[in-house]
């Protein structure tokens, strides 16, 4: 590799989490599909974790756009990616903590996009968490990554400190006191 084509921290973060969830959901749902068998609960950890197939023709927690769900999320999804992609590249170079979070929910928007392509009876769902009486919805490998990176994104951006503001726009408005910006003559 030359020096121009090496891959930054940002990159390698990106990469690596997308590929990794996108790969990983991709080869779950597979499974899931092989072994287990429609609607039927199989205990992993009790009744606190299951392995149960399902199909989701809509969204998160079931949210449907009726006949056109499997259109419109799949255009939605591919819309995210690209505005996902974009801002990865406006991420500083070694801003890999930003870098990884869009990795993760690129990764995840993938998975699924990819499960809305291939198949009309929706996306793969298979991960069944809850307790005897209450169930979560269930959900695969690209929602824990959807998840987990935008949580990661929300503390990664709220840690950050606040950018100055423009010169223009300090120039402009005049100088802020504690008591308030300036009064307008």
Do not use: C
């Amino acid at each position: 590799m030359t020096d121009g084509a090496r891959m930054t921290p940002r990159t390698t973060a990106y990469a690596s989490a997308a590929v990794a969830i996108a790969a990983g959901d991709f080869l779950s749902k597979r499974w899931a599909e092989a072994a287990l068998t429609l609607h039927e609960p199989r205990a992993l950890i009790g009744e606190w974790v299951r392995f149960t197939l399902t199909y989701n023709t809509g969204a998160a927690m079931n949210v449907s756009f009726g006949g056109f769900s499997r259109v419109g999320f799949s255009l939605l999804a591919a819309v995210m990616v690209g505005v996902l992609f974009r801002m990865y590249r406006a991420a500083a170079p070694r801003d890999v903590w930003q870098s990884l979070a869009l990795g993760l929910i690129t990764g995840g928007a993938l998975g699924n996009l990819l499960d809305r392509l291939r198949s009309a009876r929706g996306v793969v769902d298979f991960i069944d968490v809850g307790t005897a009486t209450w169930r979560f919805w269930t959900f695969n490998v690209a929602d824990s990554g959807v998840t987990v990176g935008a949580v990661l994104l929300a503390l990664v951006l709220f840690r950050r400190p606040a950018p100055a503001a423009a010169p223009e726009l300090a120039a402009a408005t005049g100088p802020v006191t504690e008591s308030g910006p300036p009064a307008r003559e």
